[in-house]
């Protein structure tokens, strides 16, 4: 599951990289909550877009937000198929919180890069388009923690993600390993780190 993700300055710019016009009025340290507004990348035509989505789809009987799909069975869903098929993104972010079994919070982040990719897809609306993040089976630096963790797309396969021919592949990759932080230690050593600080 992902019910939680942050976003800060570095990891904005990092993602600059590959879409010129994110907004970095959205730089700084800021947690994103499901149905809140956050950056989200998509394919225009040829070239890559940014606009800001809410998080979550509306559930049929109208309570609470579907926010994660399952890859492993996401096409099989009449909810999320379409979606998946014709409007697939990825949601840039410095990391993604999970809580251990005693509640403690913890924050995992990619030690060489400021940004990591979450896969993920979106419905598009005049008002506000909302995406949801797909999940997988969490690797061995998530799985002590928790079962499943967001679906992370390495800057190598962001071409195939996003080509109709070469994305169903990626549902099925094992993410690359992460580091982690109790969201709430107070001195940290590693700069890198300094963004979960409460």
Same mark, same amino acid.
């Given at each position: 599951?992902?019910?939680?993700?942050?976003?800060?300055?570095? $990891?904005?710019?990092?993602?600059? =990289?590959?879409?010129?016009?994110?907004?970095? $009025?959205?730089?700084? %340290?800021?947690?994103?909550? +499901?149905?809140?507004?956050?950056?989200?990348?998509?394919?225009?035509?040829? @070239?890559?877009?940014?606009?800001?989505?809410? &998080?979550?789809?509306?559930?049929?009987?109208?309570?609470?937000?579907?926010?994660?799909?399952? $890859?492993?069975?996401?096409?099989?869903?009449?909810?999320? %198929?379409?979606? *998946?098929? @014709?409007?697939?993104?990825?949601? +840039?972010?410095?990391?993604?919180?999970? &809580?251990?079994?005693?509640?403690?919070?913890?924050?995992?982040?990619?030690?060489?890069?400021?940004?990591?990719?979450?896969?993920?897809?979106? %419905?598009?609306?005049?008002?506000?388009? !909302?995406?949801?993040? *797909?999940?997988?089976?969490? =690797?061995?630096?998530?799985?002590?923690?928790?079962? %499943?963790?967001?679906?992370?797309?390495?800057?190598?396969?962001? @071409?195939? &993600?996003?080509?109709?021919?070469?994305?169903?592949?990626?549902?099925?990759? @094992? +993410?690359? $390993?992460?580091?982690?932080?109790?969201?709430?230690?107070?001195?940290?050593? =590693? +700069? !890198?780190?300094?963004?979960?600080?409460?």
């Amino acid at each position: 599951m992902c019910g939680r993700f942050f976003i800060d300055e570095q $990891s904005i710019r990092k993602a600059e =990289n590959l879409v010129k016009m994110i907004d970095l $009025s959205l730089a700084g %340290r800021r947690e994103i909550f +499901p149905s809140q507004k956050a950056p989200v990348i998509f394919k225009q035509g040829e @070239e890559y877009a940014e606009e800001l989505f809410s &998080w979550g789809f509306s559930r049929f009987d109208k309570k609470g937000l579907m926010i994660n799909a399952r $890859s492993e069975t996401a096409l099989e869903r009449k909810m999320f %198929r379409k979606s *998946l098929l @014709e409007h697939r993104c990825l949601i +840039p972010a410095a990391g993604f919180y999970e &809580w251990d079994r005693e509640k403690n919070k913890i924050a995992f982040f990619k030690e060489t890069s400021p940004v990591i990719f979450m896969a993920g897809f979106y %419905r598009p609306d005049q008002d506000s388009s !909302r995406f949801v993040i *797909l999940t997988t089976k969490a =690797n061995r630096s998530v799985r002590g923690i928790h079962e %499943r963790m967001p679906m992370i797309i390495e800057e190598r396969h962001i @071409e195939n &993600w996003f080509g109709n021919e070469t994305f169903e592949h990626l549902l099925h990759i @094992e +993410p690359e $390993s992460l580091s982690h932080v109790a969201a709430e230690a107070k001195k940290l050593e =590693n +700069p !890198r780190t300094l963004f979960v600080l409460g």
